[in-house]
């Protein structure tokens, strides 16, 4: 088999790292790829949005099956480029992208699917957001409706931190394009999820249930970032929780979806705050592989991955995937200093020189310079997956190898995990 990846982060790597490991023998490559993923697959110098180039190397290559994993490629339509011409790719098509590309539109589904989600409102203008924000009960949260990397929803305490927030995207184009439409919504209170579901556009196999930990800081404060850790399996993801997301949620929105004429296949990524009386409200959802979920997810994989996404790809339906039920997997990401808003580059970095057994480090954001040294290109810069029998292993390993990666401006949370860690201390 000839795999082509597309992407360039930690998600990219873990897929990689999972090909390689179901698939030996096979020729991989990876676009653009990273320092991490070219010690697995050939890399390939073409950004992931370049949908002429992808395609062309494709055909060059011979790729059997092509892997998209950032949403922005999706958005664009790339599976539907690749698809046209004859090739099997997962990653739905840019109609079914949308669930990602626009929460407006995403919120429209789930209204008219009765999926349970946070009340809202939509704005494009300026004055009557303020007004609807005035009048709003406090704490509110809102959105860029657009691809803002993982960085567009504002959490607000109080109206005027909403007020602030709806300034700046409607007011300042702090998002651009993202930000022209903003979603106002009610705040969720909870515990929250991510579920990642591979899907042939009706049947669904899930995937380990993860939590990832936006905020920048310990304790879950800071600003929102792309994600800097995660952790599976989560003791909140119940099986009676995940029946119940199954059958209100993500069958739901592949029944609407395929109503409006826009099929979804490919990976259907549900963030879900589950309430106390154990009811999955969608706070989002995603049209691919979360990042860091991925990173979280694929080493607690036991087999199956491939050949279900291969199916996937040539319109069939999505076979079992398999998973070690005894492990327990901890992802702690390294980001630069100055993220996520003004992320420097260009440091060195030293990576250990031997990991513990069930240690992987996932690249990111690095780059080899001239003289062939890794430094730090990017915000999120390297992910440390420990995979464990117990939780409190896992995130033991995990905490201990990002410790030991050196590089100047270093920042991580040394709690990933923390909800679980509570749990298993009672």
């Avoid at 003791?235 to 109503?259: N, Q, S």
């Avoid at 990042?291 to 069939?316: I, K, N, R, Y």
């Amino acid at each position: 088999m000839r795999l082509l990846v597309v992407g360039g982060g930690g998600r990219e790597h873990a897929l990689c790292w999972t090909f390689r490991r179901e698939n030996p023998d096979a020729d991989l490559f990876c676009a653009p790829g990273n320092p991490g993923t070219a010690e697995l697959a050939t890399n390939l110098p073409i950004p992931a949005d370049d949908l002429d180039r992808i395609a062309d190397a494709a055909d060059m290559h011979g790729v059997d099956l092509t892997v998209v994993g950032p949403e922005v490629p999706l958005a664009r339509g790339l599976a539907d480029r690749l698809r046209a011409e004859g090739r099997a790719v997962f990653g739905p098509g840019a109609a079914a992208a949308q669930i990602e590309a626009s929460k407006a539109f995403a919120k429209d589904v789930m209204a008219s699917a009765g999926i349970p989600t946070a009340a809202s409102r939509t704005f494009q203008a300026l004055g009557p957001a303020l007004a609807y924000v005035d009048r709003h009960a406090e704490p509110l949260v809102v959105k860029a409706s657009g691809l803002a990397a993982g960085k567009g929803a504002v959490v607000c305490a109080t109206r005027a931190e909403a007020a602030s927030a709806v300034r700046s995207m409607l007011g300042d184009r702090a998002f651009g394009a993202a930000g022209t439409t903003v979603v106002i919504e009610d705040f969720l209170v909870g515990e929250e999820i991510s579920v990642l579901a591979v899907t042939d556009g009706r049947d669904v196999e899930l995937l380990p249930v993860s939590q990832d930990h936006k905020r920048l800081l310990e304790g879950d404060a800071g600003p929102n970032t792309g994600g800097m850790g995660a952790y599976s399996p989560v003791a909140v993801a119940t099986p009676a929780v995940l029946e119940r997301a199954r059958r209100e949620v993500l069958e739901p929105a592949l029944v609407e979806l395929r109503r409006r004429g826009a099929p979804f296949t490919g990976v259907l990524y549900a963030g879900l705050m589950v309430d106390a009386a154990g009811t999955p409200w969608v706070v989002e959802f995603n049209c691919r592989l979360g990042d860091p979920e991925t990173q979280v997810v694929l080493p607690v994989l036991s087999g199956g991955f491939t050949e279900s996404l291969w199916h996937v790809a040539l319109g069939e339906q999505v076979s079992p995937i398999a998973r070690h039920s005894d492990r327990c997997s901890v992802t702690t990401v390294l980001a630069s200093r100055g993220y996520p808003d003004r992320p420097e580059s260009g440091a060195e970095i030293e990576l250990p020189s031997t990991l513990p057994d069930g240690v992987t480090i996932f690249h990111a954001g690095t780059a080899r310079d001239a003289d062939g040294r890794l430094t730090v290109k990017g915000g999120r810069v390297l992910n440390v997956t420990a995979v464990a029998p117990s939780f409190a292993e896992a995130q033991r390993l995990s905490r201990h190898v990002a410790e030991a990666v050196r590089f100047e401006g270093k920042i991580y949370r040394r709690d990933i995990g923390w909800r679980e860690a509570e749990r298993v201390a009672r």
